[in-house]
């Protein structure tokens, strides 16, 4: 699938076995997809621009590979994001982060605001969306646009699980942004959840349901 990249690592395709055991503990799942989104994290950022740097190790001097350009942003879909952006804060202690605030109507499925707040030099960053489910793609979709209109133009969305009709919808308004997911599942339901998936990730990992 063009502009897709499945992160097939036997780590990442075990622990995401164990994150969709609907027996699984609130805090069994909070590990895991903590441990999830680090391995997703190298996939995502394996091509960063690099430079060197002149430093001095106990042994003598040396030109050393160093990321180049301005820290990254990592752009959470609140509430679920949350979950994925600390293990991507483990790998990218530096990154900025930015957080948008949707919900879905249960009606329409539709995305619905509340909350965005980034940095104001954004066009100058990559930045990495961080949502664990692409099931519509509308919250989605209308998270890169408020990022875009905010002034980004280097994005990249990382999740969990995604479906093929959230793919089509996303790279229908969005074909500039690649995806990195750890799985394409089969569908989505009547009330747009990804079968067979994990359930909502949001309330499974905050203990609300």
Known sequence: MANVTVVDHPLVQHKLTLLRDKNRS???????????????????????????????????????????????????VLRAGEGMIEGLIELVPSARIAHIGLYRDPETLKPVQYYFKAPEDISDRLVIVVDPMLATG????????????KGANNLRL?????APEGIAALQARHPDVPIFTAAIDECLNDHGYIVPGLGDAGDRMFGTK
């Not at 509308?138 to 209109?149: E, F, P, R, W, Y």
């Open 138 to 149: 509308n919250s989605v979709a209308h998270a890169i646009q408020l990022l875009k209109d």
């Open 26 to 76: 609130t805090a069994g799942f909070r590990r895991l997809i903590k441990e999830v989104a680090l391995f997703l994290g190298y996939e995502v950022t394996r091509d960063l621009p690099m430079n060197t740097i002149r430093i001095e190790t106990p042994l003598c001097e040396m030109d050393a590979p160093s990321l180049q350009g301005k820290k990254m942003v990592f752009a959470s």
């Open 158 to 162: 990382l999740c969990l699980l995604a």
